[in-house]
């Protein structure tokens, strides 16, 4: 029943290689500029591609045909390939606080479903109280090449040890998980009508299933990028035009508008950068290298209007004041207000659908 599933994945990734190749070739006139670490997203080994391997060949011609030829930014590909029966376990296991080590906290604790796929607090508390970080929202998660605010993990499905093992998140492990699931008389049902036996690969399988669906396709900009000029406001097109213009593009780029490359936290040293604002190191953390202190991730501007607080110790409260802190800290540059809200206006467009898969299943 999965073959002709399978194919068709085989060629999108395919496809997907390919355009992952033009695309770097043709941005790498960037790598100038900034510290070499960036060549890193280079290294995107092949289980990368799983990721964005859902992209229907209409949406690739609708890429190609749009209103940019030199795009460094792409539209939400419209409804991706989703195995609905699979994602649905996934949508379960998602909700179910019996995962967790007190059976108190489940994977929605943190990414909300009904609002934007992440929370409104500045840093998540798991299990054990309070963590360290922002929530990240796993809408789009799909499309990024790299996890977590240090982007330490390169593919959706080690990522997702991350959070089962961490004890300030869940505090659980997959031999517990998969105890718990095996028997529970509903989940037995639900893997059996898909012909999966009840083990962890199969439920990190449905997790990530249900991740893919979690798209926000048709955002303003999206349409915009397709050919509709008048999607954007006047101000949001000015907001464009200073986003490339300043180089705000340079880091934040990809279908994600960002989640692709590790950068620093604070290149020009001002007020409030990674060093100064918090005692989080980054990838620095993960690697032990003197040279990755305050590395994080390029952050996602998907959605990102809807997803304050700001930054990856959540410790900015408001659009203006984190690109504010952008231009001062990746640019050296002090905006004028107007600047600032062009931007904003801008930033604002990035806010998509909500993933009509959930809508799907709320309503079966
Ligand atoms: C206690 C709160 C909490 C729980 C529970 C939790 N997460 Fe997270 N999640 C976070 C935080 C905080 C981050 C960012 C961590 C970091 O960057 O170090 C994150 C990051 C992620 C990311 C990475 C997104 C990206 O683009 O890099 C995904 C995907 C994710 N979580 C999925 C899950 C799933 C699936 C579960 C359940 C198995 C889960 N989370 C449970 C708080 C939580
Ligand atoms: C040199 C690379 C670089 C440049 C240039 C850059 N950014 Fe960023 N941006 C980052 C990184 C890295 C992060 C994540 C920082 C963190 O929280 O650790 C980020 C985070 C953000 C966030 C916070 C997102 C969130 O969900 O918390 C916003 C908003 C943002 N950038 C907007 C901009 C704007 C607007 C510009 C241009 C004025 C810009 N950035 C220029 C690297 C860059």
Same mark, same amino acid.
């Given at each position: 029943?999965?073959?002709?599933?399978?194919?068709?994945?085989?060629?999108?990734?395919?496809?997907?290689?390919?355009?992952?190749?033009?695309?770097?070739?043709?941005?790498?006139?960037?790598?100038?500029?900034?510290?070499?670490?960036?060549?890193?997203?280079?290294?995107?080994?092949?289980?990368?591609?799983?990721?964005?391997?859902?992209?229907?060949?209409?949406?690739?011609?609708?890429?190609?045909?749009?209103?940019?030829?030199?795009?460094?930014?792409?539209?939400?590909?419209?409804?991706?390939?989703?195995?609905?029966?699979?994602?649905?376990?996934?949508?379960?296991?998602?909700?179910?606080?019996?995962?967790?080590?007190?059976?108190?906290?489940?994977?929605?604790?943190?990414?909300?479903?009904?609002?934007?796929?992440?929370?409104?607090?500045?840093?998540?508390?798991?299990?054990?109280?309070?963590?360290?970080?922002?929530?990240?929202?796993?809408?789009?998660?799909?499309?990024?090449?790299?996890?977590?605010?240090?982007?330490?993990?390169?593919?959706?499905?080690?990522?997702?040890?991350?959070?089962?093992?961490?004890?300030?998140?869940?505090?659980?492990?997959?031999?517990?998980?998969?105890?718990?699931?095996?028997?529970?008389?509903?989940?037995?049902?639900?893997?059996?009508?898909?012909?999966?036996?009840?083990?962890?690969?199969?439920?990190?399988?449905?997790?990530?299933?249900?991740?893919?669906?979690?798209?926000?396709?048709?955002?303003?900009?999206?349409?915009?990028?397709?050919?509709?000029?008048?999607?954007?406001?006047?101000?949001?097109?000015?907001?464009?035009?200073?986003?490339?213009?300043?180089?705000?593009?340079?880091?934040?780029?990809?279908?994600?508008?960002?989640?692709?490359?590790?950068?620093?936290?604070?290149?020009?040293?001002?007020?409030?950068?990674?060093?100064?604002?918090?005692?989080?190191?980054?990838?620095?953390?993960?690697?032990?290298?003197?040279?990755? !202190?305050?590395?994080?991730?390029?952050?996602?501007?998907?959605?990102?209007?809807?997803?304050?607080?700001?930054?990856?110790?959540?410790?900015?409260?408001?659009?203006?004041?984190?690109?504010?802190?952008?231009?001062?800290?990746?640019?050296?540059?002090?905006?004028?207000?107007?600047?600032?809200?062009?931007? !904003?206006?801008?930033?604002?467009?990035?806010?998509?659908?909500?993933?009509?898969?959930?809508?799907?299943?709320?309503?079966?």
């Amino acid at each position: 029943m999965r073959t002709p599933y399978l194919a068709g994945i085989s060629i999108t990734v395919l496809c997907v290689l390919i355009a992952i190749l033009v695309y770097d070739a043709s941005s790498s006139d960037m790598h100038a500029s900034f510290d070499p670490i960036e060549n890193q997203r280079h290294e995107r080994d092949h289980n990368d591609a799983h990721s964005s391997a859902h992209i229907s060949t209409s949406d690739a011609q609708d890429t190609k045909q749009a209103a940019f030829s030199d795009q460094k930014i792409f539209p939400i590909p419209h409804s991706p390939e989703i195995d609905h029966e699979l994602a649905k376990i996934g949508w379960a296991l998602f909700k179910d606080p019996n995962l967790s080590s007190n059976r108190s906290v489940s994977c929605e604790s943190c990414h909300s479903l009904q609002t934007n796929g992440a929370e409104v607090i500045p840093v998540s508390i798991g299990v054990n109280g309070a963590g360290m970080r922002n929530s990240l929202t796993v809408f789009n998660t799909v499309f990024n090449y790299r996890f977590f605010w240090d982007g330490r993990v390169n593919n959706l499905a080690d990522q997702i040890d991350g959070p089962v093992h961490n004890v300030d998140e869940m505090d659980s492990n997959w031999e517990l998980i998969t105890n718990y699931v095996s028997q529970s008389d509903d989940y037995i049902n639900m893997f059996q009508a898909e012909q999966l036996p009840i083990e962890t690969a199969s439920i990190k399988l449905a997790l990530i299933e249900f991740m893919q669906g979690l798209t926000t396709p048709d955002a303003p900009f999206d349409q915009y990028l397709r050919g509709d000029i008048n999607a954007l406001s006047d101000a949001a097109q000015r907001g464009w035009e200073t986003f490339q213009d300043e180089g705000c593009i340079r880091c934040h780029q990809g279908t994600n508008i960002g989640g692709g490359m590790v950068m620093r936290f604070g290149y020009f040293g001002l007020s409030k950068t990674g060093s100064e604002r918090s005692e989080d190191q980054g990838r620095f953390m993960f690697t032990a290298q003197p040279q990755d !202190k305050h590395l994080f991730r390029v952050a996602s501007l998907r959605n990102v209007a809807i997803t304050a607080p700001y930054f990856h110790d959540g410790q900015t409260a408001t659009l203006e004041e984190a690109i504010k802190i952008m231009g001062e800290s990746q640019l050296g540059k002090t905006f004028e207000d107007q600047t600032i809200s062009d931007i !904003k206006t801008f930033l604002e467009t990035l806010t998509g659908d909500r993933p009509q898969m959930l809508v799907e299943f709320e309503n079966e």
